[in-house]
């Protein structure tokens, strides 16, 4: 799942570095996305929350901007 969410994430972001939404020359110093065990400790696994940390380098500000985007799963056990 983290893998296919990140996958997904990076593809989006690769297709708006190309249309030059970001600063940076290449997609590495432009963007960044996480979701792994670090963005997914074991108790929101056990909650059933899932997420993904994103950052990038819009053209202005000339900042970073990171942000989290996590879901949790609306089945019940």
Same mark, same amino acid.
């Given at each position: 799942?983290?893998?296919?969410?990140?996958?997904?994430? +990076?593809?989006?972001?690769?297709?708006?570095f190309r /249309?030059?939404?970001? /600063?940076?020359?290449?997609?590495?110093?432009?963007?960044? *996305?996480?979701?792994?065990r670090t963005?997914?400790? /074991? +108790?929101?696994?056990?909650?059933?929350? *899932?997420?993904?940390?994103v950052a990038?380098?819009?053209?202005?500000?000339? +900042?970073?901007?990171?942000? +989290?985007?996590?879901?949790?799963?609306?089945? *019940?056990?």
């Amino acid at each position: 799942l983290w893998g296919r969410i990140r996958i997904n994430i +990076e593809a989006f972001m690769m297709t708006l570095f190309r /249309q030059g939404a970001f /600063q940076g020359a290449t997609p590495e110093e432009a963007f960044a *996305v996480q979701c792994d065990r670090t963005t997914n400790p /074991q +108790e929101n696994i056990d909650a059933g929350i *899932v997420t993904a940390r994103v950052a990038f380098a819009p053209l202005k500000p000339a +900042e970073f901007v990171v942000i +989290e985007i996590s879901q949790k799963s609306l089945l *019940v056990a």
